[in-house]
């Protein structure tokens, strides 16, 4: 059984950085690319970004572009997101989630395993 944790989250500072880890536990062979999802208190939960274990490709939704990295270490089964100069709407949950195509999609319905989410607050 696929299980994804997701670590990392925390309080930062307006302009501060943090770097969120998904480890991928338990066999995972059909999971072949996987995604940063956050939700804000109120909103709906957004894509923020996909790394395919595939081809290594990497998909960012608009919103984030140039202030988030995502990056994967297949040895490692873990899919990080770092995210520098924060801003306080960057405050939410954050999910990872896994797909079973290595084609990264930005709609949630889309990813059939998601992790409990780590939570991000961005306050001075």
């Known amino acids: 059984q696929v299980q994804l944790v997701e670590s990392g989250g925390g309080l930062v500072q307006p302009g501060g950085s943090l770097r969120l880890a998904c480890v991928v536990a338990?066999?995972?062979?059909?999971?072949?690319?996987i995604g940063w999802f956050r939700q804000a208190p109120g909103k709906e939960r957004e894509a923020v970004s996909c790394?395919?274990?595939?081809?290594?490709?990497?998909v960012y939704a608009d919103a984030p572009r140039g202030r988030f990295t995502i990056s994967g270490d297949k040895a490692k089964s873990t899919v990080y997101l770092e995210v520098k100069n924060m801003k306080i709407e960057d405050t939410g949950l954050y999910f990872c989630?896994?797909?079973?195509?290595?084609?990264?999609?930005?709609?949630?319905?889309?990813?059939?395993?998601w992790g409990q989410g780590t939570p991000v607050t961005v306050s001075s």
């Open positions: 989630a896994g797909r079973d195509h290595y084609v990264c999609k930005r709609d949630p319905a889309q990813y059939s395993y």
């Open positions: 338990g066999f995972h062979d059909d999971l072949h690319s």
């Open positions: 790394f395919s274990w595939t081809d290594g490709r990497i």
